[in-house]
């Protein structure tokens, strides 16, 4: 039985590729590097334990904002001043009001805790938006504690 496809012999190894549908992935693949790289320092957070030391001696309390995250409310409290600020649990606006209002000591550590319960739990998203916050008021420097170790 011959078979009359054409011109086809069995054994030819002469197979033709298309590449153009490669080129392209390739050049949106270094489109998109190109364009991501600009952002990769941006979202640098300097993030350091509670408990390491900083540059300044032990003796001196170093100025620092804590944030306290509860359910029905946010607590903002600025050392050594000893400022106190509440506002409304999600009320990202009022946040970043009082975090640039209490921005005068340079330069300042934020920490923020949860206190989080059984009855009432903290959202991984509420922490997350709190530090975002921060970090777009213009505090690098973050850190999330125990909100044991934050006084009232």
Not at 114 to 135: F, R
Not at 143 to 151: E, I, N, Y
Request: aromatic share 4%; with cysteine.
């Amino acid at each position: 039985m011959a078979s009359s496809l054409g011109t086809h012999q069995e054994g030819s190894v002469n197979v033709e590729l298309n590449i153009v549908p490669f080129i392209d992935l390739m050049s949106c693949l270094t489109a998109f590097l190109l364009v991501t790289a600009v952002w990769i320092n941006l979202a640098n957070i300097q993030n350091q334990p509670a408990g390491r030391s900083r540059e300044a001696p032990n003796d001196v309390e170093q100025p620092k904002l804590s944030i306290l995250l509860e359910y029905d409310q946010m607590i903002v409290t600025q050392t050594p001043t000893g400022e106190i600020r509440q506002m409304p649990s999600g009320d990202w606006d009022k946040l970043t009001s009082a975090l640039h209002e209490l921005k005068s000591l340079e330069p300042l550590h934020v920490e923020i805790a949860a206190a989080s319960s059984d009855a009432h739990p903290i959202a991984y998203q509420t922490l997350i938006a709190a530090m975002d916050t921060a970090v777009r008021a213009g505090y690098p420097d973050i850190g999330v504690t125990d909100p044991a170790s934050l006084s009232r």
